[in-house]
């Protein structure tokens, strides 16, 4: 089966990598293990991950990379992340260390750190320190002007790879009297300080990716030449925002290689193992346990696909998607994973060679980071409550960037260029998947009319409408506050990333459900049982109508069964002799 266009180049770097079942294998699950175990960097699977080219998917064509479309580059992380998810995080963070020269720095100086990433190098990010945390405009590592450049001191901590990065690019408080508009971006290259200006710091222990780099640095009189600026002196916190919004959306890749990986141990179990005279699998709430699991997971999927999309196709509107999709999808894959622990029962737990490798517990100890970096759950809720008041006026003017909304939704259209200076820290349009919902709750009740649709489907799309206006409503009410922001807020902004999940689920189905016509597309399956779990979150306190969700059982075991990936696309998996 051939992959769908979008996963071709992480088809191909799977099939370098061969079948991570295969314990000859370099990346492979039982490697992986033992790193873990030894608490040891990944090395050597990094290096082959060179090897085969993956640091040229993080450097944009324009500055002599290969990154084309960054709904690619997403399937490409989340590959490896099925595999690992240390490794994804080791590995991809050059991604996010460079990121900033993408977004904020002249051509010469992308295509110069392009080249290096081309030929290995690795990039940090020094955002954080270990009193402020997420507080970024609290910073204390500050830069001072000193002759043609800068001399950095202070500390940054919980940075990834911050002892492996030959380059780290750092946030610093350029003048202490601009607010804001004091921090500006070094891409500073330790390799070309005194070595006498900067330490590492000791690495930090982790409950999970236990074998990656995290820890910091401490700069004392550091000098930097002023090429290391990053954009202009004081655009540092901007560059950083409009940064997040690439890496936010990008780090959903994660997620959902970490569900790909525990989905396919929950259903192998439950195909196998025999229980009470049964198949584990025939049991009524094992595969309702394993139905919501892959409902929710094909839900973030499509919030994905058109999250990473709209890097190109609505790229005004980042401010809004990001953050929805660095809230909804971790939280979300938390659950599943914590739902299938329990279809595993006690070789949920289990550790080293007794069962599968320990992976199960390995992911479910890996992913809980993934809410954390790039901005925490709390952050990114935050930056929509901010956000209601712009969201709600261009609501009701029913505000919709079509030609971009079309181009985020169908799959097989062609992206624009990604234009960095669309990027926006406020969402001035709204967001056109939202904006749009009633138009596409039409279609489908027309098409349900129509027999085109089942009839439960639509009315599943009708309530997700009525639901939007009453979380409309609540947004509306909301009085912007600076600091104190009420816990009501935050509910409220949940129950928005619901809907926006809801209606790039809607609008997916829709535009694709022709040309993907298969078991899950075809009747808009997968979109009702979605749009349940949608609702679900939505309305916490009513019955769950999710009789849908039995119907998706034997499509995920087909899947399974047939050595592909649990996706709304066609996705076959690696697999070879030992």
Request: glycine share 8%; net charge neutral; aromatic share 6%.
């Given at each position: 089966m051939s992959p769908h266009p979008v996963q071709r180049r992480a088809a191909l770097l799977d099939s370098g990598l061969g079948d991570p079942a295969n314990t000859g294998r370099?990346?492979?699950?039982?490697?992986?293990?033992?790193?873990?175990?030894?608490?040891?960097?990944?090395?050597?699977?990094?290096?082959?991950?060179?090897?085969?080219g993956l640091p040229r998917a993080y450097v944009p064509v324009a500055y002599g990379g290969e990154l084309r479309g960054y709904d690619e580059t997403l399937q490409l992380i989340r590959?490896?992340?099925?595999?690992?998810?240390?490794?994804?995080?080791?590995?991809?963070?050059?991604?996010?260390?460079?990121?900033?020269?993408?977004?904020g720095g002249t051509p010469e100086q992308a295509r110069a750190l392009g080249a290096r990433i081309a030929d290995g190098a690795v990039v940090s990010w020094g955002l954080t320190e270990r009193e402020h945390g997420s507080d970024l405009l609290a910073g204390e590592v500050t830069a001072a002007a000193h002759g043609a450049g800068y001399r950095v001191s202070g500390e940054k901590w919980l940075i990834n790879n911050a002892n492996r990065g030959e380059l780290v690019c750092l946030?610093?408080?350029?003048?202490?009297?601009?607010?804001?508009?004091?921090?500006?971006?070094?891409?500073?290259?330790?390799?070309?300080?005194?070595?006498?200006?900067w330490r590492p710091l000791p690495g930090v222990k982790l409950h999970g990716i236990r074998g990656a780099d995290i820890g910091g640095l401490s700069f004392t009189d550091a000098p930097v030449p002023g090429s290391a600026l990053v954009g202009t002196e004081g655009a540092g916190a901007e560059i950083v925002l409009k940064s997040l919004q690439l890496t936010r959306t990008l780090c959903?890749?994660?997620?959902?290689?970490?569900?790909?990986?525990?989905?396919?141990?929950?259903?192998?179990?439950?195909?196998?193992?025999?229980?009470?005279?049964?198949?584990l699998l025939d049991l009524p709430q094992t595969r309702r346990l394993l139905a919501r699991s892959y409902a929710d997971v094909l839900l973030c999927e499509a919030l994905t696909l058109v999250s990473a999309r709209s890097i190109h196709a609505l790229t005004g509107e980042l401010s809004v998607v990001s953050a929805v999709a660095k809230y909804l999808v971790p939280t979300v894959v938390d659950e599943v994973l914590a739902r299938l622990g329990t279809v595993l029962g006690a070789r949920s737990l289990l550790a080293g060679d007794t069962w599968e490798h320990g992976r199960f517990q390995k992911v479910?100890?890996?992913?809980r980071i993934v809410g954390t970096f790039d901005g925490n759950t709390l952050v990114n809720l935050h930056a929509l409550v901010n956000h209601f008041p712009l969201l709600v006026r261009q609501s009701r003017k029913r505000t919709v960037d079509t030609a971009g909304l079309a181009a985020a939704t169908v799959l097989d259209a062609p992206l624009p260029e990604f234009d960095r200076e669309g990027l926006s820290l406020l969402p001035r349009t709204g967001s056109s998947l939202t904006q749009s919902l009633a138009g596409a709750v039409a279609e489908?009740?027309?098409?349900?009319?129509?027999?085109?649709?089942?009839?439960?489907?639509?009315?599943?799309?009708?309530?997700?409408?009525?639901?939007?206006?009453?979380?409309?409503?609540?947004?509306?009410?909301?009085?912007?506050?600076?600091?104190?922001?009420?816990?009501?807020?935050?509910?409220?902004?949940?129950?928005?990333?619901?809907?926006?999940?809801?209606?790039?689920?809607?609008?997916?189905?829709?535009?694709?459900?022709?040309?993907?016509?298969?078991?899950?597309?075809?009747?808009?399956?997968?979109?009702?049982?979605?749009?349940?779990?949608?609702?679900?979150?939505?309305?916490?306190?009513?019955?769950?109508?999710?009789?849908?969700?039995?119907?998706?059982?034997?499509?995920?075991?087909?899947?399974?069964?047939?050595?592909?990936?649990?996706?709304?696309?066609?996705?076959?998996?690696?697999?070879?002799?030992?």
């Open positions: 370099l990346f492979s699950y039982a490697r992986c293990a033992a790193l873990d175990e030894r608490e040891e960097f990944p090395v050597e699977i990094c290096r082959e991950l060179d090897l085969l590959a490896v992340a099925r595999r690992d998810l240390t490794v994804a995080i080791a590995h991809g963070k050059t991604f996010l260390g460079a990121v900033s020269a993408w977004v946030l610093a408080r350029t003048d202490a009297s601009a607010g804001a508009r004091g921090f500006s971006l070094l891409l500073v290259d330790k390799q070309a300080l005194p070595r006498e200006t959903a890749s994660l997620s959902l290689g970490a569900a790909d990986n525990a989905l396919d141990l929950a259903v192998g179990y439950a195909r196998h193992r025999q229980a009470y005279g049964h198949r479910q100890r890996d992913h489908i009740t027309a098409e349900a009319a129509g027999g085109g649709a089942p009839a439960s489907l639509a009315a599943a799309a009708q309530q997700l409408l009525a639901e939007a206006d009453a979380v409309l409503e609540a947004m509306a009410g909301h009085r912007p506050t600076a600091v104190a922001v009420p816990a009501q807020a935050f509910t409220t902004a949940e129950r928005y990333a619901a809907v926006h999940a809801g209606a790039a689920a809607l609008h997916l189905w829709l535009r694709n459900r022709h040309a993907l016509d298969d078991g899950l597309w075809s009747g808009g399956l997968w979109l009702e049982a979605a749009l349940t779990r949608v609702l679900a979150r939505l309305r916490p306190g009513l019955p769950a109508h999710d009789e849908v969700l039995d119907r998706l059982v034997p499509h995920l075991t087909a899947q399974h069964a047939g050595g592909r990936l649990p996706s709304l696309l066609p996705y076959s998996l690696v697999k070879d002799s030992a």
